[in-house]
């Protein structure tokens, strides 16, 4: 999905009316309605997000086509997607995620270190996950100006300076 960046994810059901539990992962967290369509996995489409409330972690949501708990709920987890081309244009050293995972991993000395497999945010900070070849668990990166001062996308390569011994 390179044309798509993810913006959020339903998080099941709120109540019996179809409404939905809606994190997003925008920016600014209420602009997840403003770019609809947005898309599943799968390429279901959904055309409107109206947001009728707010969460602790998110809002509570509703949004076309879903109109019980158990259609709600059947969306629990899934990832929403929107098209590219209604995403904010982002200043330099800031990155979709969508756009470093693949992208190949060399040391400041040009050595290949694997390849970004997925992109994370656990609250304290994003992390690079990177397969490394030859080895079947993969390794997680901090991603600091510190441990990868350079992303070139035009290239598809990101440049590392790793903490000592993780890879």
Same mark, same amino acid.
């Given at each position: 999905?390179?044309?798509?960046?993810?913006? =959020?994810?339903?998080? &099941?059901?709120?109540?019996?009316?179809?409404?939905?539990?809606?994190?997003?992962?925008?920016?600014?967290?209420?602009?997840?309605?403003?770019?609809?369509?947005?898309?599943?996995?799968?390429?279901?489409?959904?055309?409107?997000?109206?947001?009728?409330?707010?969460?602790?972690?998110?809002?509570?949501?509703? +949004?076309? #086509?879903?109109?019980?708990?158990?259609?709600?709920? /059947?969306?629990?987890?899934?990832? @929403?997607?929107?098209?590219?081309?209604?995403?904010? #244009?982002? *200043?330099?050293?800031?990155?979709?995620?969508?756009?470093?995972?693949?992208?190949?991993?060399?040391?400041? =000395?040009? /050595?290949? @270190? &694997?390849?970004?497999?997925?992109?994370?945010?656990? =609250?304290? =900070?994003? !992390?690079?996950? +990177?397969?490394?070849? &030859?080895? #079947?668990?993969?390794?997680?990166? *901090?991603?600091?100006?510190?441990?990868?001062?350079?992303?070139?996308?035009? #290239?598809?390569?990101?440049?590392?300076?790793?903490?000592? &011994? !993780?890879?």
């Amino acid at each position: 999905m390179i044309d798509h960046v993810i913006v =959020g994810a339903i998080g &099941g059901a709120f109540g019996v009316q179809g409404e939905v539990r809606l994190k997003s992962y925008c920016a600014d967290p209420q602009a997840i309605a403003d770019y609809t369509p947005l898309f599943t996995e799968d390429g279901r489409a959904f055309a409107q997000v109206l947001l009728t409330g707010q969460l602790k972690n998110g809002f509570t949501a509703r +949004i076309d #086509s879903i109109v019980t708990k158990e259609d709600a709920d /059947a969306l629990r987890n899934v990832n @929403l997607y929107a098209p590219r081309d209604v995403m904010p #244009s982002l *200043p330099d050293n800031e990155y979709y995620y969508t756009d470093l995972i693949g992208l190949t991993v060399l040391d400041t =000395g040009g /050595a290949t @270190l &694997g390849t970004v497999k997925n992109v994370m945010d656990h =609250g304290a =900070g994003d !992390l690079l996950e +990177i397969t490394v070849p &030859g080895a #079947s668990d993969t390794v997680l990166l *901090p991603f600091t100006q510190a441990a990868v001062p350079t992303v070139d996308l035009a #290239s598809r390569r990101i440049i590392a300076d790793p903490p000592e &011994g !993780l890879f």
